[in-house]
């Protein structure tokens, strides 16, 4: 039997998205809605390119986070009028400001990118600010997954500050 369910609404005023952009491994993909929802995130928006969020992979590693996370497939023109004036902080490498050097207290989205070339110039380009994650082993990189769990650990940690 196949369960069919409305997909869950954006929120109309969001504290807390992430934009999921290229990410490709359905265990990463899986990983960072499980993260999200756990932090309480309000949705994750999953941009062209991205891998279905809804293919049975993707739903296995969520673990359950589908049926209380809102997960949209969106194209960009859509994600710039739903964001509006949020800022959408870009996970990077490098070349970005510590991660705890951004204010992610308030309303804010991270942008994730793909394991392998990271974000799309169309994401990039909307980015309000690039953050790092500051690294003192020879790793060049994190996987999308654990990047986003450091990110999302991090705003919680600025959130319960204040």
């Keep these: 039997a196949v369960l069919k369910r409305e997909a869950i609404p954006l929120p109309k005023s969001p504290s807390f998205i992430v934009i ?4 490709r ?5 899986g990983t960072l809605l499980r993260t999200t929802e756990a932090a309480g995130g309000d949705a994750v928006i999953l941009t062209p390119g991205t891998v279905d969020a809804f293919s049975p992979k993707v739903v296995r590693s969520g673990m359950g986070a589908h049926f209380h996370l809102a997960i949209q497939h969106k194209d960009w023109d859509e994600i710039d009028s739903y964001l509006g004036s949020i ?3 870009l996970a990077e ?5 510590p991660l705890w050097e951004a204010d992610l207290a308030g309303s804010c989205a991270l942008l994730i990118g793909g394991e392998a070339f990271g974000a799309s110039p169309e994401g990039e380009s909307r980015a309000t600010q690039q953050i790092t994650i500051p690294m003192k082993g020879r790793a060049e990189s994190l996987n999308a997954a654990v990047a986003a769990a450091i990110l999302i650990g991090e705003v919680l940690r600025q959130r319960y500050q204040h």
Excluded: H, L, Y
């Design 87 to 89: 800022p959408v902080f």
């Design 93 to 97: 490498s490098e070349g970005g400001i």
């Design 20 to 23: 999921a952009d290229q990410i």
């Design 25 to 29: 491994d359905p265990g990463n993909m």
